[in-house]
C-alpha cells in the first residue's frame, strides 16, 4: 500500500481507503454486518488503514460496524474518518431527502451544523465507533441555515478538547472552503470524482491544489459502474438508491460500456479487473490524494485494495486520459 499526507497535517492516510456507506446498508439495499466486518479487517490485511464512514450510513449502522471491526486492531494503526451535519433525528437546517431507514420505517433528513448539533453528534459518533478520538471529522454537506464560522468554531472546541485531530469539509466548493478557511485550517474536501464525472476538476481541484488541501475521491468507481459489473438489464435490489440515478439508465450505462471496452486491454496486460486500472488511474490523477473504495465482503475489499499494485507508464496514463477525455 502507498500512505499519503492530508494537506499539510502529520495524518497518513492509505491511498486506497475503503469507504463504509454500503457496510450501512441504507440506500444500498441492505447489508450483512458480518461480511462488512470482514471486509474492514481484510482491507486491513492488505495495508488499508484508513476507513471513511458517516452516523447518516444506515443512522449510526455504519459507524457501529467500523467501531466492531477495529477493536482487535491497534488503535493508533487505523486513521478514522467520518462526518456530521446530517440529522435523521432532528428537523433542523436543509432538507435534504426523504427517505427509509434499514428497517424500511420513513425518514427525513436534514443538512444541518449548528454548533450543539456537531457537538452532539461527536459524542454519538465516538461510542458507535468505540473511541476516544478521530482522525479527520468531514462536515458531510454544506447546510446553508448555520454560518460557515459558527460551524467551524464547533469543530475547532473539538479541536482542543483532543476529540478530533483534524478537519475536513465534504461537498464544499471553493469558496466554501475559503470561507471555511478562516475560522479553521482545513486538510482536505472529500468530493465526487471518477472517469465519467469529473467536474471538479474545473474550479476545486485547482484551489485544493494551490492551498495544498487533499482531495478524497469518493465513488471513483461511479457507485460499481466502472467496474464493468453494470449492464443495460441490470437488476438492483429493493432500495437500492442506483436504480434511478442518471448514470445507471441504459443510455449511460451503454456509453460508459464503450469507455470500459477501451480500458480492458490495459487492465489484461496488468492481470487487473477494471475496477482495479480506474481505481489506480484515480490516484494517479492531479489532486487527488486518495480513493475510497467500498466493498461488501472480504474478496471485494481485497480486490480494491490491490489495485495499488497496478504500475501505469505515463504512456498508458496518456492513452486512458485520452480515452476518458472523449467520453
Known amino acids: 500500500m502507498k500512505y499519503r499526507k492530508l494537506g499539510n497535517s502529520d495524518l497518513e ?15 444500498w439495499g441492505s447489508t450483512d454486518r458480518n461480511d462488512a466486518i470482514e471486509a474492514i479487517k481484510a482491507s486491513y490485511d492488505v495495508g488499508v488503514t484508513s476507513i471513511d464512514t458517516a452516523p447518516i450510513y444506515g443512522q449510526g449502522t455504519s459507524e457501529e460496524i467500523v467501531g466492531e471491526a477495529i477493536k482487535e486492531i491497534s488503535r493508533d494503526k487505523v486513521q478514522i474518518l467520518t462526518k456530521f ?27 444541518y ?33 448555520t454560518p460557515i464560522d459558527e460551524t467551524f468554531e464547533a469543530v475547532s472546541k473539538l479541536i482542543e478538547q483532543g476529540k478530533i485531530r483534524y478537519a475536513g469539509v465534504c461537498n464544499y466548493n471553493a469558496k466554501q472552503m475559503e470561507e471555511a478557511e478562516k475560522t479553521l485550517k482545513l486538510v482536505s474536501n472529500q468530493i465526487p470524482f471518477s472517469m465519467v464525472n469529473r467536474g471538479i476538476e ?22 460499481g459502474l466502472l467496474t464493468g459489473k453494470i449492464h443495460t438489464n441490470y437488476k ?38 477494471l475496477g482495479q486500472l ?3 488511474w484515480t490516484i494517479e490523477r492531479a489532486g487527488i490524494t486518495i480513493a475510497l473504495a467500498g466493498a ?8 480494491n485494495a490491490n489495485a495499488i499494485n497496478i504500475n501505469l507508464s505515463q504512456e498508458e496514463i496518456n492513452t486512458i486520459n485520452e480515452f476518458v477525455n472523449q467520453f
Open 13 to 27: 492516510v492509505s491511498a486506497i481507503t475503503f469507504g463504509a456507506w454500503a457496510a450501512g446498508g441504507w440506500m
Open 85 to 111: 451535519g446530517m440529522r435523521w433525528d432532528l428537523a433542523k437546517g436543509d432538507f435534504a431527502m426523504h427517505s427509509k431507514n434499514n428497517d424500511g420505517k420513513d425518514i427525513d433528513v436534514y443538512k
Open 113 to 145: 451544523a449548528g454548533k450543539e448539533s456537531i457537538i452532539y453528534e461527536c459524542e454519538q459518533s465516538l461510542k458507535r465507533l468505540n473511541t476516544d478520538y478521530i482522525d479527520l471529522y468531514q462536515i458531510h454537506w454544506p447546510d446553508s441555515t
Open 202 to 223: 474545473d474550479e476545486t481541484v485547482p484551489y485544493c491544489i494551490e492551498h495544498n488541501k487533499s482531495i478524497l475521491a469518493y465513488s471513483p468507481l461511479e457507485r
Open 236 to 273: 438492483f435490489q429493493e432500495g437500492d438508491h442506483r436504480a434511478n440515478l442518471p448514470h445507471f439508465q441504459p443510455e449511460f450505462i451503454e456509453k460508459t460500456t464503450i469507455l470500459l471496452n477501451k480500458l480492458k486491454p490495459i487492465a489484461e496486460k496488468h492481470e487487473a479487473t
Open 278 to 280: 480506474v481505481l489506480r
Open 296 to 303: 461488501r465482503n472480504a474478496e471485494q475489499a481485497v480486490q
